[in-house]
């Protein structure tokens, strides 16, 4: 049974997550896919539950910015998640499920800190020298323009970054009770579709080094 699950979105990012995090892994340690975007991560994450009983999860891989707060090149342990793309409307009409009031999963009470099923918190203590990242923002879709980005900010003013695995991966995590620690390596600013500004093995190192601290600390 394995001590610690990882889980990596894509092949492109355990290729390169995979040698770096070799060393800090236990006997017992497991690095597996958990698949691209919010569907496949969601059934993925639930079946590598079942299957090992993982004591905790944690989900490695990279995302984009929205703010100067984050840098480019570093990574960030994210403790809160929510989803946008789940409620009705589209562009600068969406609302979100949890602003209807409706509930993803009706075992999640519905209190300020659940937000009624659009945030989720996550996490174990980690330790100070441990940079948060903030709220993470899981879509089906990444930002494509600025407008795009104005359009999730003024929905979740507190996002500080957005990916489209760590959500779903959380409530699987949730429903197992299963603790989940999200580190993210910043590629980009959320937006910016020229893949020539994007940094993506600095990102995945950050984001590997980061990982390996919370693998040699208690769960």
Do not use: K
């Not at 929510?82 to 209807?100: I, M, R, Y």
């Amino acid at each position: 049974m394995p001590h610690t699950l990882v889980l990596v979105p894509t092949n492109a990012e355990r290729n390169l997550l995979a040698p770096l995090l070799a060393a800090a892994l236990g006997n017992h340690d497991r690095v597996e896919l958990c698949g691209f975007g919010p569907v496949a991560a969601a059934a993925r994450t639930a079946a590598l539950i079942a299957t090992h009983a993982p004591a905790r999860v944690i989900l490695v891989g990279i995302a984009g910015r929205y703010h100067d707060r984050l840098e480019i090149g570093a990574a960030y342990s994210f403790a809160r998640v929510a989803c946008f793309g789940v409620g009705v409307g589209s562009d600068e009409g969406f609302v979100p499920a949890g602003t209807l009031g409706w509930q993803q999963w009706p075992g999640d009470p519905p209190t300020p800190a659940a937000a009624i099923g659009d945030v989720l918190e996550c996490g174990w203590p980690a330790a100070a020298s441990i940079m948060s990242g903030g709220l993470l923002l899981t879509a089906c879709a990444a930002a494509a323009s600025p407008g795009d980005v104005a359009t999730r900010t003024t929905l979740f003013p507190s996002a500080a970054a957005e990916d489209m695995e760590g959500f779903a991966v959380a409530l699987a995590c949730r429903l197992a009770s299963v603790p989940l620690e999200i580190v993210r390596g910043i590629s980009n600013t959320a937006g910016d579709r020229d893949h020539a500004r994007w940094q993506i093995p600095r990102a995945l190192a950050a984001a590997a080094e980061l990982t390996r601290r919370m693998l040699e600390g208690p769960p």
